[in-house]
Nanobody
Framework: QVQLVESGGGLVQAGGSLRLSCAAS????????MGWFRQVPGKGREFVAA????????YYGNSVKGRFTISRDNAKNTVDLQMNSLKPEDTAAYYC????????????????WGQGTQVTVSS
């Protein structure tokens, strides 16, 4: 099991940018596929992005493709989500998650989750 802590959320105007970070402890991240998800109250969790254990492959949800970029630094045990051209509909709690690298980049199979960080985009 790996412990995950997100940071970097906040309030930003539409069109602005934020960078979220996820710090891991307990185990090295190098054997995990990492993902970001988001959720608004009353709705299910939405897949945002995933990155392979090596960082060579990424996968994005349709709603953020071209605006968000996921990256990782295995030496620092961190995963980041750069969010550009933010829209009010990006407002949500954002969660970092981890799963075995064997499960690929799909949106399923994540077993370790952080507590989330709130992102609010004003119009």
């Amino acid at each position: 099991q790996v412990q995950l802590v997100e940071s970097g959320g906040g309030l930003v105007q539409a069109g602005g940018s934020l960078r979220l970070s996820c710090a891991a402890s307990g185990r090295p991240l190098s054997t995990y596929t990492m993902g970001w998800f988001r959720q608004v109250p009353g709705k299910g969790r939405e897949f945002v992005a995933a990155i392979s254990w090596s960082g060579d492959s990424t996968y994005y949800g349709n709603s953020v493709k071209g605006r968000f970029t996921i990256s990782r630094d295995n030496a620092k045990n961190t995963v980041d989500l750069q969010m550009n051209s933010l829209k009010p509909e990006d407002t949500a709690a954002y969660y970092c998650a981890a799963k075995s690298w064997r499960l690929g980049l799909s949106s399923e199979g994540y077993v370790d989750w952080g507590q989330g960080t709130q992102v609010t985009v004003s119009s």
